[in-house]
């Protein structure tokens, strides 16, 4: 797996500047969505279009 996403690091900027929120999680879902499994449950769970 090419991206590695350390959530910790992300929930602990978001934590200290919400803000960051909004620039964190477009690339999460993005990287997530490139794993077929990932994909499918984001689909189910209505997370994110497609």
Not at 5 to 24: K, N
Request: aromatic share 10%; proline share 6%.
């Amino acid at each position: 797996m090419d991206d590695v996403i350390d959530l910790r690091q992300i929930a602990g900027a978001v934590e200290s500047d919400p803000m960051l929120f909004f620039l964190t999680v477009d690339p999460v879902f993005d990287a997530l969505r490139r794993h077929d499994r990932f994909a499918k449950l984001l689909r189910a769970m209505n997370l994110q279009p497609f």
